[in-house]
C-alpha cells in the first residue's frame, strides 16, 4: 500500500517483532516489558499506563525512534504517539518531564520530517508542532530537554526544532510531498508555530509570506474554508510582526482578505480576516489602501449582517472608526489619485466641485502627468461606462483649469480616444465625451461657458 494513503488504524494493527529487537540489543527487557503491555490493548487500558507511569512510555517511544529505522516500525511507534495525543492533547506535555532531562525528545521527529515516506513526515510533524507548543515558559534556546553532559552529542536546542519546522513547512508549501494533504498540514502546522517569535523571523526570512498569499481566496468545501480559515490564521499571527507588514504592504493580500470579507458567511474567516484588518489598518499606507479598496463600504454591509461573535463585533466597530480617521487624513487630492489608479471612477463630490480643480489643478503634473496618463489609458482598457463617463468628465475639467490644458490632453493623443466614446451606447458616456471634445475644441478661453 501506498504510504501516502495509510491510516493511524491500519498501522496500529500490526504485529511488531519487538522480542526480536530485544536480542539483538536495540531496546531493553524494560522497554520490551513496557511495550508488550501497552501493545493492542483498548484505549482505557493504555489511558490507564499513561497516567501511571506516562514519561516512561514517552522514553521508550523516543528510543525506538532514536535506534530503529525499519519503516514499518517507525510508522507504527509513530501512530502510537499521534494516537495517544489525539486521545488527550495535554498528554504532549510528558516529553517535557522533569525524568526525561537526559533524553533528546526533539531529535528523531525532526530528523524524520526529511523521510520520503509521507506518513512518517506527517506524523512527525504533527507530533514534534504539538510538543514545541506546550513546553515549558522558561525553556531557552539552549537545550530542549537537559543539559548534554558526559561529552555527549549536543541536545537539539528548540531554535534548532523550530527553524528546521519552518524550513521543512515552507518546502512543503513550495512543493508538496502529498498532493493533497501536503499543504493543508503545513497550513495547519504553521498556524500553531507562528505564535514564536522566531518562527516569525524564519518564516520571513524564508520568503515565506509569499507562499500564503496564493491560499487567500473564497472557499466553499468545508475542506478549503478551513484551508483559508487557518492560512487567515498566519495572516494574523504575522501582522504582529513589523518584517512580515512590510511584506504584507506590497503584496496582493490585501485586495485577497477583502474579497473573502465580501464573500464568507462563515463566521471564524470574517473574524479573523477583520482582526487582521484592523491590526493593519495604523501601519503605512495601509489605511489608505482600505479606503481605496472600498472596505467602508463592506463594514458597513458586515455590520448589517447578524454576528454573535463579540469579538467580531468588535473588530468591525475598530474597522470602522479607523477608516474614518483614515477618510479624514486623506486629501481630497490623495483621495482622488488613489480612485483613479485603481480604475473604478464614480461621481464622488470633488469631481464636479470647481474648488478641488482651482486648488488641486497643479498637482496634476507629478511625476510627468502621471494621474493624467493613466487617465488617457483607461478610456482604453475600462468597460464601465460610469467610470468612462466619469473620465471623460475629469478630463474636460483638466482642459478647463490647466492654462495647457488642451496642448497637453492633445499630446497624450486624448482626442481620438474620447471621440470614440461620442458614439458610446451609454448616454452618460457620450455626453461627456461630448463635453471634452468641445472644450478641447474651444480651448480654456471659452470652455467655462460650457456646462456639464
Known amino acids: 500500500m501506498d504510504q501516502a494513503e495509510l491510516s493511524t488504524e491500519q498501522v496500529l494493527r500490526r504485529d511488531i517483532p519487538w522480542e526480536t529487537y530485544m536480542s539483538t540489543k536495540l531496546i531493553s527487557s524494560t522497554s520490551l516489558q513496557l511495550l508488550r503491555r501497552y501493545d493492542h490493548r483498548s ?72 523521510k520520503g515516506n509521507w506518513f512518517i513526515q506527517e506524523k512527525s510533524c504533527k507530533i514534534l508542532a504539538l510538543i514545541v507548543s506546550v513546553r515549558p515558559k522558561n525553556q531557552n534556546g539552549i537545550v530542549s530537554n537537559g543539559d548534554a553532559s558526559n561529552g555527549k552529542k549536543p541536545f537539539t536546542t528548540i531554535d534548532d526544532v523550530l527553524i528546521g519546522l519552518v524550513k521543512w513547512l515552507c518546502e512543503q508549501l513550495k512543493k508538496p510531498s502529498h498532493p493533497i494533504r501536503g499543504v493543508p498540514t503545513a497550513i495547519n502546522c504553521l498556524a500553531t508555530l507562528l505564535k514564536e517569535p522566531v518562527v516569525r523571523s524564519s518564516f520571513v526570512q524564508a520568503d515565506g509570506v509569499k507562499l500564503l498569499v496564493p491560499l487567500i481566496s473564497p472557499a466553499s468545501t468545508q475542506q478549503s474554508i478551513q484551508l483559508l480559515y487557518e492560512t487567515c490564521l498566519c495572516i494574523w499571527l504575522l501582522s504582529y510582526y513589523e518584517p512580515a507588514i512590510e511584506y504584507l504592504a506590497t503584496s496582493r493580500t490585501l485586495p485577497r482578505l477583502i474579497d473573502v470579507v ?60 479607523g477608516l474614518k480617521d483614515n477618510i479624514k487624513k486623506l486629501s481630497s487630492f490623495d483621495k482622488y489619485k488613489q480612485e483613479v489608479l485603481l480604475g473604478h471612477l464614480d461621481w464622488s463630490p470633488m469631481h464636479k466641485d470647481p474648488i478641488f480643480w482651482r486648488e488641486n489643478i497643479t498637482n496634476f503634473e507629478e511625476n510627468d502627468f502621471q494621474i493624467l496618463r493613466v487617465l488617457v489609458t483607461i478610456l482604453d482598457t475600462s468597460s464601465d461606462p460610469r467610470t468612462l463617463a466619469v473620465t471623460c468628465f475629469d478630463l474636460s475639467q483638466f482642459i478647463q483649469h490647466h492654462p495647457a490644458g488642451r496642448i497637453i490632453v492633445t499630446d497624450l493623443k486624448a482626442k481620438e480616444r474620447v471621440m470614440k466614446l461620442m458614439n458610446h451606447e451609454n448616454a452618460e458616456v457620450t455626453k461627456n465625451a461630448l463635453l471634452c471634445i468641445q472644450r478641447l475644441f474651444l480651448g480654456a478661453k471659452y470652455a467655462s461657458f460650457l456646462q456639464a
Open 262 to 321: 465580501k464573500s464568507s458567511t462563515k463566521e471564524k474567516v470574517v473574524r479573523v480576516v477583520c482582526s487582521t484588518l484592523k491590526n493593519l489598518m495604523s501601519r503605512g499606507t495601509l489605511g489608505a489602501q482600505m479606503v481605496d479598496l472600498q472596505l467602508p463600504q463592506v463594514v458597513q454591509s458586515l455590520k448589517a449582517q447578524a454576528w454573535s461573535d463579540e469579538d467580531l463585533l468588535e473588530a468591525l466597530n475598530s474597522l470602522e472608526e
Open 43 to 114: 484505549e482505557s487500558h493504555r489511558a490507564q499506563l499513561l497516567d501511571d507511569d506516562g514519561s516512561a512510555y514517552v522514553r521508550v517511544f523516543v528510543r525506538v525512534l532514536r535506534d530503529i529505522f525499519k519503516e514499518d516500525t517507525v510508522e507504527y511507534v509513530l501512530a502510537l504517539i499521534d494516537e495517544m495525543l489525539a486521545a488527550n492533547p495535554k498528554r504532549a506535555r510528558l516529553f517535557h518531564d522533569s525524568t526525561l532531562a537526559d533524553e533528546d525528545t526533539y531529535e528523531p521527529f525532526l530528523r524524520l520530517l526529511w
